[in-house]
């Protein structure tokens, strides 16, 4: 009976997974590279080991002269 709930549980993860890779190619959500953060910090937690983040986003800004 387990097999069959984790079989499900892969299942509905691999569906999830697809849905946010798809939405980051249709551009419907950014995605930002994990190195281009810093000063990473643990500012809350809440149940079910839900952690909160505050983070600084390194923005390059470019401009065309």
């Known amino acids: 009976m387990s097999n069959n709930n984790e079989m499900q549980n892969f299942e509905n993860a691999d569906k999830w997974i697809n849905w946010i890779e798809e939405a980051i190619n249709k551009k419907h959500i950014k ?3 994990y190195e281009n953060f810093s000063d ?13 983040f505050r983070i600084v986003h390194k923005i390059t800004l470019q401009r065309d002269i």
């Open 31 to 33: 995605y930002h590279e």
């Open 40 to 52: 990473i910090q643990e500012i809350g937690s809440r149940a079910f080991g839900l952690k909160v």
